[in-house]
């Protein structure tokens, strides 16, 4: 099973979390990412975003890989959207466990962090007023 995954359709929680369970973790850390309804001032409608999808999967595992080798974790795993986003719904999800909650945190953060700067997925905001605009990761 891939740690890092593209999905053109909403997913489920819970499986991914459940995935992740282990005898040995004391910790879980995750983070949601969810499209919101406003951006630099400007109502927002939705996203759209789009992904290199062969890049994207590679470059997804390397971070996920690095993470493993970087911090004190058992596993981690990523699913980042592709295609149109309503508002509220989740974009990207990151999932991580450890022995100990300063580990996961940390890795969950790197792997938001890098998946951003790194990872070939592109977001195209729709504004309530009209219009789209693309926007760069942060």
Known sequence: MP????SPEPFAIEPL???????RAGAFAGFEGRVRNHNDGRA????????????????????LAEALERFDILDARCVHRTGDLAIGEV?????????????????CRYIIDEV??????????????????????R
Request: proline share 3%; no cysteine; glycine share 8%.
């Open 3 to 6: 740690r890092f995954s593209l």
């Open 17 to 23: 979390r459940e995935a992740l369970d282990d005898a």
């Open 44 to 63: 927002v409608d939705g996203l759209h975003y789009e992904a290199y999808v062969a890049l994207a999967e590679a470059e997804g595992e390397r971070v």
């Open 91 to 107: 974009a990207v999800w990151v999932g991580v466990t450890a022995a100990h909650r300063d580990a996961a945190f940390a890795a």
């Open 116 to 137: 951003k700067a790194r990872v070939p997925i592109w977001k195209r905001e729709r504004y309530a007023g009209g219009g789209e605009d693309w926007q760069h990761p």
